[in-house]
């Protein structure tokens, strides 16, 4: 059994943050607002959704620039995408403190929330928080870098779907169509597409671990950003990293139900 997922908008001081929403809210329980990996947006999230709305109030929000959001001025850090996300649980009405759910940037963005506003952050979920050295840095900077998508002929764009199919494990574990629907979201920012990257390789994580204290599931799954997830743990305050070895990219869809139960389950444990 599965819940509509529904979207709209809501103001914020810079403009409007698209939103896809579903379940209903309970006093009893806290809502979980997600955060994707960027580029994207929340149609990453939309199959989860339909699966743990069955629970809980679950809003999947569009990173500003991203999705159908209205961009920040240029260039956001991730705290200032952490503001963003305070303005939508407080534009929203939401009980606080709310769960957070992140995916890579997305959890770069939970953790830097639960820094900024201890207040509004009662558990965190992050799909992979990596750590990197400065070479690796590099690289990453060099993979994800500025140049424009659109071209005329079109080249750096095909260029990228078809690193994106390789990426996606398409034939394996994703279909072709599967693919292109999130291929399509990762093109929503249009030139901005560097953004969301630029604010994570930029994030000093180490600093920001040390001081959080919410409870945190990190989950790994086998994707680009699996050796890097395990080194932050040492430095988290209150988390337990999950080893979703079996899931790749594009799990959300793949393995939502599933998903879905370990988030639930970690969110409705006891309190230590």
């Known amino acids: 059994m599965t819940v509509a997922v529904r979207r709209g908008y809501v103001d914020v001081p810079h403009g ?10 309970d006093a009893a329980t806290p809502p ?15 199959q989860f959704m339909a699966h743990i709305g069955e629970s809980r109030q679950v809003i999947a929000m ?21 503001r963003v996300v305070a303005q939508v649980i407080e534009a929203l009405g939401l009980s606080a403190p709310v769960d957070v759910m992140g995916y ?14 201890p207040d509004l952050v009662r558990r965190v979920v992050a799909v992979s ?37 390789d990426f996606f494990r398409v034939g394996t574990v994703n279909t072709v169509e599967h693919a292109a629907r999130i291929f399509h979201a990762r093109l929503s920012g249009g030139e901005r597409h560097w953004w969301g990257h630029r ?5 000093d994580v180490v600093a920001a671990a040390g001081q959080v204290d919410v409870p945190m599931l ?22 337990t990293l999950f080893d979703a070895s079996d899931w ?25």
């Open 129 to 165: 928080l990596p750590l990197f050295t400065e070479e690796e840095l590099v690289d990453f900077r060099a993979l994800y870098d500025t140049a424009p998508i659109f071209t005329p002929d079109g080249t750096r764009l095909l260029e990228r779907w078809r690193w994106f199919v």
């Open 104 to 117: 890579h940037t997305g959890s770069f963005t939970a953790l830097e929330l639960s820094r900024l506003r």
């Open 16 to 25: 409007q943050v698209h939103l896809r929403v579903a379940g209903s809210a």
């Open 199 to 203: 604010a994570a390789f930029a994030y």
């Open 248 to 272: 790749t990219h594009g799990f959300l869809d793949t393995h939502s139900s599933e998903a879905a139960r370990l988030v639930a389950g970690f969110l409705d444990a006891p309190a230590p």
């Open 218 to 239: 990190v989950i790994n799954p086998d994707d680009d950003l699996r050796q890097h997830t395990p080194r932050i743990m040492p430095y988290l305050r209150n988390a």
């Open 62 to 82: 569009d990173t500003p620039g991203f999705g159908a959001s209205d961009p920040l001025p240029a260039h956001p850090e991730i705290a200032d995408y952490a």
């Open 32 to 46: 979980l607002l997600c955060l994707h990996m960027s580029p994207a947006s929340g149609l990453v999230y939309e």
